[in-house]
């Protein structure tokens, strides 16, 4: 496709259920980012990767969060034993370059949607 | 702590009236700056953004301005289009060479025909 594509758009989980999330980057980009969306918030950065490395991950929130890019293409963020406070918009985003960035370089997905219940 | 994004939370303007929408940092260090369109159930998008070594930027229909002294931005809409209707938030880029964004909190905007 020509955007970023999230999967599952809506996931409702159970606290204590595990979840992964899905990121399909735009085709050759090399640069991908996962922000943390709460509701009525603005999004809060929790990684980044330029190709398969993970060059940052300090707004991970805790180590029930981890996230992968093993081929350098699509990624994964998988939350372990979910809670309540986990429930937010996942928003992935790619970048062509890798750094510097600016703005109009990168392209954010419409996100995944997690409910904890 | 870094923060970005002090707000009014909602503005509601008349269509085809002119809408600013403000934003406060608190990061003297941060050297650029991008404004991000958000409609309901989509990821955010671009707008305009500015470097620290300017003050004024114009894109089409959109104009966004620096303050470094009070350490403050915002972001002018002419002639505000129902399309226009989203929230916006302001983001800083403490470092581009980082693929940290710390957004604001955001500004829901309401245009009435």
């Known amino acids: 496709g020509a955007g970023v594509s999230q999967s599952p758009r809506y996931k409702v989980a159970k606290r204590g259920q595990d979840v992964a999330l899905r990121c399909d980057p735009i085709s050759g980009h090399v640069s991908l980012f996962w922000y943390q969306q709460a509701l009525g918030q603005g999004p809060e950065f929790l990684t980044y990767f330029q190709n398969e490395a993970q060059l940052d991950k300090s707004g991970l929130p805790s180590d029930r969060f981890f996230a992968e890019r093993p081929e350098g293409s699509v990624s994964t963020l998988k939350i372990q034993r979910t809670q309540q406070e986990d429930s937010a918009v996942y928003l992935c985003?790619?970048?062509?370059?890798?750094?510097?960035?600016?703005?109009?370089?990168?392209?954010f997905g419409e996100g995944s949607w997690l409910t904890v219940v | 702590g870094e923060s970005v994004g002090l707000h009014l939370p909602t503005l509601s303007v008349q269509e085809g009236d002119n809408s600013i929408i403000n934003c406060a940092y608190s990061n003297s260090a941060s050297d650029y700056f991008i404004w991000y369109k958000q409609e309901s159930g989509k990821g955010p998008q671009f707008i305009i953004d500015?470097?620290?070594?300017?003050d004024k930027r114009q894109g089409q229909r959109v104009t966004v301005l620096l303050n470094k002294t009070v350490k403050h931005l915002s972001l002018q809409i002419a002639a505000t289009q129902p399309g226009d209707s989203a929230v916006y938030f302001c983001a800083e880029f403490p470092s581009s060479n980082t693929g940290k964004l710390i957004f604001g909190q955001g500004t829901t905007l309401q245009v009435k025909p």
């Open positions: 500015i470097r620290s070594n300017m």
């Open positions: 985003a790619s970048s062509l370059p890798s750094r510097p960035f600016s703005g109009n370089t990168i392209y």
